[in-house]
């Protein structure tokens, strides 16, 4: 069975763009969340999604923003972005109980010049 | 608040030793899970590992073991006969069941195994 998968691979924007993340989950799975990893640190959590719902947010500002469509998967959308942002971007997918393990994709990695 | 603590920033061994990666973790919760996720050079975040905070039983997967002590609030992983594939950074993560299924992660261990 296939994983999680994102995509792009690699991106890179300049300060002030726009910017969209995919994600696919894997088959059976019903919810996306995403994270966010600076270098040399953990992941933090971004945004959770269920049924096409925003289940949980971390603590990121309105700049960043997320959906999850019928067929579940998701994009992460993060708008006038800062030399800040730049980050490995995973995704996780689970099962839909709130206690399930989440399996993560490859993550994109977006460089803000 | 939630927060997981692991204090080791690197370690580095030779194949065939044994090396433990510690992690501490802080929850106001009675109810959480503990998990522990490999991260080799291509990036992504291989699961090991998850345990409940009412199941204190350790657990051995062939040359990784577990140990979860509530009393010290810690959940440690060791790795026996080290091998030069398990070179990667290892982060020990968190979840409380009142929080839903949001990941608290350790800053991570980098583990070098030199041959």
């Known amino acids: 069975d296939a994983g999680v998968t994102q995509s792009p691979t690699h991106l890179i924007k300049t300060r002030g763009q726009h910017v969209t993340l995919r994600c696919s989950p894997i088959s059976g799975h019903k919810s996306v969340s995403w994270y966010q990893q600076v270098l040399g640190q953990g992941p933090q959590f971004i945004f959770q999604?269920?049924?096409?719902?925003?289940?949980g947010r971390g603590n990121f500002p309105d700049r960043f923003s997320a959906r999850q469509f019928p067929n579940y998967s998701s994009e992460l959308n993060v708008n006038a972005l800062l030399l800040g942002d730049s980050a490995l971007y995973l995704c996780?997918?689970?099962?839909?109980?709130?206690?399930?393990?989440?399996?993560f994709g490859p993550g994109t990695r977006l460089t803000v010049l | 608040a939630q927060k997981v603590t692991q204090a080791q920033t690197e370690i580095s061994v030779v194949e065939k030793e044994d090396v433990t990666l510690d992690c501490v973790y802080e929850?106001?919760?009675?109810?959480?899970?503990l998990f522990w996720y490999k991260q080799p050079p291509s990036g992504e975040l291989v699961f090991l590992i998850r345990r409940n905070s009412f199941d204190e039983q350790n657990e051995i997967s062939g040359r990784y073991s577990w140990n979860f002590q509530k009393s010290t609030s810690s959940f440690n992983f060791t790795i026996t006969a080290s091998q030069v594939v398990d070179s990667a950074v290892y982060f020990c993560?968190?979840?409380?069941?009142?929080?839903?299924?949001?990941?608290?992660f350790g800053k991570g261990t980098t583990l070098s195994v030199s041959s």
């Open positions: 929850t106001r919760d009675t109810t959480y899970y």
């Open positions: 996780a997918s689970s099962l839909p109980i709130s206690t399930d393990t989440q399996y």
């Open positions: 993560a968190l979840s409380e069941y009142q929080a839903g299924t949001a990941l608290i």
């Open positions: 999604y269920y049924e096409k719902e925003e289940r």
